[in-house]
């Protein structure tokens, strides 16, 4: 994935300001002071916003401007900064959300319910059954409980599991570790550490607060500051970068 | 052994229940007003009685596990109703239109109990289906059965052509479009004179099968049963598919959009839903059902007028849903009956009622908020299988 100069403006203000990027198989962290356009930049990859100007090219493909449903599809999903669920929903059903994107049934399939209809939704659940198994397998047994049963990490978990439950080629993480305790985020970072062991091609674009998490598992870091790029190098020269301790600490 | 033992409690359970709403269902129906508001409140308080005491959860497990057995008693209430109202003609009638209502419910059920998008414009499309089939029929003479399948169509077509607009606004906006969808329609059918203006249309044609019209009464098992009889059981059989095809599609792929749409549109989308084609699915397939419902109303009455799709109309059709339970397709069918029974028995009350109509309404949804029957997690059965191999 690459984005050409990529900008969006919000009334006066360039929350994104000419951002080029670009990801190939590998794990890079995004960082920046609040308000650094961090998350409209997810924002603008998934789709949710359409940006003012510049490209978005995944695979090869001129995505810019297609709705977050086709992203979806192509391969790129999400989580969100707020641990976001359908919270009426049980945990196997957030699950299956998330294959939804590779569901080959139409609506008249769903009320005919041949045969290939009830087996894809079998081997869906299978498939989401044993993603949980792999992150935390007491949630297996919970399977029908409504997700407000159960503990934020585990709510983190399940987010992460549904984005990538449909093998997506690009992993969006918005902060996966905010508003937990240290122990409870090593324990994600051990978890997002598996998603690359399993699936040796995904990438990943993870914006982190945290340098340890930083550091541990991100091959580049890309700084931004008042929606500009101002460095995109090693986790050990950014910490040297002048520009980037200037927008950190204050001049 | 104990398994056995437990199994068998289960299925006893859920024969108890299905025949006691049974029996609640059929005392509401042939007594007085008391009689029918104290089955009713009785029925309310063993609801809320179960919940208070955390026995829901444990029948509708029961219910999940023996699923035929319920729906056997159900069926066989259905099939022998008329003979137990000993053809009671205004009885029969009463049922026959919370058959027709409990159709519309389960369409806007689609849109309000799955989606969240309060469609405040129902009658509008029960009243296309019924005007398309009854104009069809009386103008251009062709068969009934062909006029009610125009009347699902034509209606389906304008929930779609009529969506497509109102989905560029959410929430409250989407509502008041629907709202004046709603005072469209029935202005339009007011100053159309083809369409029949206020005079309505009078003599739709009966069904008819092999030339046994509907409007004549049988004889069956040696009981002479009114002309209704045999559009009470047309109804329920039509009734049952809907049911069966809101059921299915609530278990399926697109009910998990729909509710994923109510939740949270952000992240729907991002889980790679199209919610234009969803939500347009909703309001085309909740149209269709009001539509097909309001042919089977116009064959049925013979006559129809602009004052049976108002705005009043799509005002009970809201209730229903929502006294019955959003989201849940039997809550749904029992909130439509209860509330046509309930109508029927203030009839004593003449000018005083839809003051009534509304206090009971209050009452029962200040007793419980969520409807008589709610949303329930969605089951698909037992989630391991150790024969099925995932697809990755």
Redesign the interface.
């Known amino acids: 994935m690459q984005t050409e100069s990529l900008t969006i403006n919000f009334g006066g203000l360039k929350a994104v300001d000419e951002v080029d990027f670009a990801i190939a198989d590998e794990v890079v962290g995004l960082l920046g002071p609040n308000g650094s356009g961090k998350t409209t930049f997810l924002n603008l990859v998934?789709?949710?916003y359409r940006p003012t100007s510049g490209k978005i090219i995944f695979q090869q493909e001129d995505i810019t401007g297609s709705?977050?449903?086709v992203i979806?599809?192509k391969g790129i999903?999400?989580t969100?900064q707020t641990n976001?669920?359908?919270?009426?929903?049980?945990i196997?059903?957030n699950m299956?959300?998330?294959l939804?994107?590779?569901?080959k049934?139409t609506?008249w399939q769903?009320?005919l319910?041949p045969k290939q209809?009830r087996k894809?939704?079998?081997?869906?659940?299978?498939?989401c059954?044993?993603l949980l198994e792999h992150f935390n397998p007491d949630l297996?047994d919970k399977?029908?409980?409504?997700i407000t049963s159960i503990a934020l990490i585990d709510r983190r978990r399940i987010e992460i599991a549904?984005a990538i439950v449909?093998?997506p080629r690009l992993l969006l993480l918005d902060e996966p570790t905010a508003g937990l305790n240290s122990e409870e985020t090593t324990q994600i970072i051990n978890d997002i550490g598996k998603i690359r062991q399993g699936d040796q091609q995904i990438c990943m674009i993870i914006i982190e607060h945290d340098m340890n998490v930083i550091s541990s598992i991100c091959n580049r870091v890309v700084v931004l500051n008042a929606g500009k790029k101002i460095a995109d190098d090693t986790y050990q020269e950014i910490c040297k970068n002048e520009q980037v301790q200037t927008a950190y600490l204050g001049g | 052994m104990q398994r056995a033992a437990f199994a068998s409690k289960n299925s006893l359970v859920t024969l108890l229940v299905s025949v006691l709403a049974c029996v609640f269902l059929y005392f509401a129906l042939v007594g007085s007003l008391f009689v029918a508001l104290t089955v009713i409140g009785l029925g309310l308080a063993l609801i809320v009685f179960g919940e208070y005491m955390g026995k829901a959860e444990a029948i509708h497990t029961a219910f999940g596990e023996h699923r035929i057995l319920g729906i056997a008693v159900l069926i066989m209430f259905v099939l022998t109703l008329p003979f137990l109202l000993k053809g009671n003609n205004y009885l029969l009638h009463i049922v026959v239109m919370g058959g027709i209502y409990s159709v519309v419910a389960l369409g806007l059920n689609f849109q309000m109990g799955s989606t969240g998008m309060v469609n405040f414009a129902t009658a509008a499309f029960f009243g296309t289906g019924a005007y398309t089939s009854a104009l069809l029929v009386t103008k251009f003479s062709i068969s009934p059965w062909l006029g009610t399948v125009s009347g699902l169509a034509a209606a389906a077509f304008l929930g779609l052509l009529f969506g497509i607009p109102a989905l560029k606004t959410r929430g409250y906006y989407l509502s008041l479009v629907t709202m004046a969808l709603q005072v469209i329609f029935t202005l339009m059918i007011i100053n159309t004179s083809w369409l029949g203006g206020p005079n309505g249309v009078p003599g739709i044609p009966a069904y008819n099968i092999a030339g046994f019209s509907f409007k004549t009464s049988v004889v069956l098992f040696g009981m002479k049963l009114p002309y209704q009889a045999n559009y009470y059981y047309l109804v329920f059989a039509i009734l049952g598919l809907a049911v069966l095809v809101a059921g299915r599609l609530y278990n399926s792929h697109v009910g998990l959009a729909w509710n994923a749409i109510e939740q949270d549109e952000i992240v729907a989308v991002t889980q790679g839903i199209n919610q234009t084609k969803i939500k347009l699915l909703a309001f085309a397939l909740g149209a269709a059902f009001a539509g097909l419902a309001g042919a089977l109303y116009g064959h049925y009455t013979s006559f129809i007028g602009v004052e049976n799709f108002d705005f009043s109309i799509s005002l009970i059709f809201i209730c229903m849903v929502l006294l019955g339970g959003m989201d849940n397709v039997l809550g749904v069918v029992l909130g439509a009956m209860l509330l046509t029974i309930v109508d029927e028995k203030l009839r004593d009350f003449a000018d005083y009622r839809m003051l009534m109509y509304s206090l009971i309404l209050i009452i029962i949804l200040l007793a419980r908020s969520q409807g008589l029957l709610p949303k329930r997690i969605r089951k698909y059965g037992k989630l391991r299988d150790s024969k099925i191999e995932p697809n990755f």
């Open positions: 998934s789709g949710i709705g977050a449903h979806r599809g999903a999400r969100f976001r669920l359908c919270l009426n929903l049980s196997i059903d299956l959300l998330g939804y994107s590779k569901k049934s609506w769903a009320i319910q209809c894809e939704l079998r081997q869906n659940i299978e498939k059954l044993q297996v399977a029908y409980d409504p549904r449909g093998n």
